[in-house]
């Protein structure tokens, strides 16, 4: 069993941090940035974040496993098929990589490759139920397994989307998959969330809330233009704009945040950035 | 309808920079009604080659110029002037220069990019509303298609890049899940939501399709 899982099932609160893969084959700064890492259970491997094209995140998620790391893959819909999906996930078995986060994926729009096919073959929830029939020993094409992975299959949610109710149709299908824990989208607002944790409670699946370290206005303002789903609220943007010191008032915030996880949540998702340094700080 | 659009012209100039002289083509149905392949488009296009330099040697706009066999025989109407013609330029979609293609030895220009099957909202303005999958869900979905009108074809609800109901790939535009779920909460039914659709079944689009009615449609 995972750290994540038997934190996660042992009731404590867990903390998770995100590593995107380079862009190009120097290894050296995601796998050092890693070790460096403090007070964190897992690590998320992006996977051709914003449709960026990025060297795999399961060659790094590998590295990062076998170096003593515990990752997180993550996995998109976007560029595989049902097939190269499944492969991916039983060489990730192969490498011990047992959490996922198992996503659509943005849209290629966003890339620096929209001119590329999308493929969608699969959908999330149907990518869960993928996960969790080569965890029970067969393919997608009732085929048995010589050798059975076995997982923990996350996914992702946006607490804070409307209308709230189609959201949660999606939440409640993606647990019938299989869900055994959730990561959110950035969590900006204390309302939502709360409501999002009411609704959760008789699901009994453990909630990681994503919290985002701003460095200043315009990066808020960068992310409600670029970034899909992430919907920085304007009182936020403003504390940002006033403050003497942009960052300082970005740590606070994200403070603030990690209060809301540890009063409502099972855990929190540091998103720092390329500022890991700052995680002990938003964690204190 | 299937929805074209004209090649830009230094594009099309390219391609019959080797031909003098050219017979053209149109296409009655689709390509007329998306003003693309008409007569109005045909006149229009002989009107820019002169300004090219080139020759025209006839003209025919096609009943449906995807209909095999009566492109044939239209072309055999004109057999003279596709004769004497270097090469045959054609307004129609994807489809119907192929049926031209597939029917004479010489060298066939496509005037046309081929979009998508179309929707009229209004004049002018067209909407991909089915991509044909060839294992349709409307009837859960209160006709209104995932596949096509999602930009991702997802099949089980909204994906994380919905903000306020709009699509994460174009705000101007409302997610297709949202709609699905409007329409069906006022038809007080629960539709595709009851259950987790299983993975589609691509091989229902295995191209390239081929289809034959049972009994000779007898
Ligand atoms: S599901 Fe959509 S794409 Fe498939 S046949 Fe129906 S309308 Fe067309
Ligand atoms: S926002 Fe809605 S329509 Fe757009 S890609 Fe996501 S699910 Fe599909």
């Known amino acids: 069993m995972s750290q994540l899982a038997q934190q996660l099932a042992g009731g404590q609160f867990v903390v998770t941090a995100e590593i995107a893969p380079p862009k190009g084959t120097n290894l050296a700064p995601a796998l050092d940035g890693a070790r460096k890492l403090r007070g964190v259970t897992a690590v998320n491997v992006t996977d051709n974040q914003g449709a960026n094209m990025r060297l795999s995140s399961l060659a790094l998620a590998a590295q990062l496993q076998q170096s003593g790391t515990e990752t997180i893959l993550q996995l998109t819909c976007r560029d595989r098929n049902r097939m190269a999906l499944q492969s991916d996930l039983l060489g990730a078995a192969a490498f011990g990589i047992e959490n996922l986060l198992l996503l659509s994926g943005d849209h290629g729009k966003f ?64 647990v019938a998959s299989g869900a055994r824990f959730f990561q959110t989208q950035s969590v900006f607002e204390h309302g939502p969330l709360e409501r999002f944790m009411a609704a959760m409670a008789p699901l009994r699946v453990p909630v990681i809330a994503g919290v985002l370290l701003m460095r200043s206005a315009k990066m808020a303002r960068f992310l409600n233009a670029n970034i899909p789903g992430v919907k920085v609220p304007q009182p936020l943007i403003e504390r940002l704009e006033d403050a003497g010191d942009p960052m300082a008032e970005g740590l606070a915030i994200a403070r603030e945040t990690v209060g809301w996880a540890r009063e409502l949540c099972q855990g929190v998702h540091l998103m720092t950035l390329g500022h890991e340094d700052q995680i002990p700080a938003i964690l204190a | 309808m299937i929805i074209s659009e004209l090649k830009p012209l230094d594009e099309l100039q390219l391609a019959l920079s080797a031909c003098d002289k050219l017979f053209l083509v149109g296409c009655a149905a689709c390509a007329t009604a998306c003003k693309a392949g008409g007569e109005e488009e045909v006149f229009k296009l002989q009107e820019w080659l002169a300004t090219q330099g080139k020759e025209v040697s006839g003209s025919v706009v096609i009943d449906e110029a995807c209909h095999i066999m009566r492109a044939a025989r239209e072309l055999r109407h004109h057999r003279n002037a596709v004769q004497e013609a270097d090469a045959l330029v054609v307004l129609a979609c994807g489809s119907g220069i192929q049926s031209i293609s597939s029917n004479v030895e010489k060298r066939v220009v496509g005037g046309l990019n081929s979009m998508f099957l179309g929707n009229v909202r209004r004049f002018g303005h067209y909407e991909e509303m089915c991509s044909l999958c060839g294992d349709c869900i409307l009837n859960e979905t209160a006709g209104i298609c995932p596949v096509t009108t999602c930009a991702k074809g997802l099949l089980n609800g909204p994906c994380g890049g919905m903000e306020d109901g709009r699509c994460e790939v174009d705000e101007e535009i ?45």
């Not at chain 1, 397994?145 to 996914?155: D, E, I, M, S, T």
Request: net charge positive.
């Open chain 1, 111 to 174: 890339g620096d490759h929209p001119d590329a096919r999308p493929v969608f073959d699969l959908d999330s929830v149907q990518m869960l139920d993928m996960a969790s029939g080569l965890m029970a020993g067969t393919d997608m094409a009732g085929k048995p397994l010589n050798g059975v992975p076995r997982f923990f299959p996350g996914a992702a949610v946006n607490p804070a989307a409307e209308p709230f109710e189609l959201m949660f149709q999606k939440v409640t299908k993606k």
């Open chain 2, 174 to 218: 409302e997610c297709a899940w949202r709609l699905i779920y409007e329409r069906l909460q006022k038809q007080r039914r629960q539709g595709v939501f009851a259950r987790r659709v299983p993975p589609k079944n691509w091989s229902r689009r295995r191209q390239p399709g081929r289809y034959r009615l049972k009994n000779g449609g007898r």
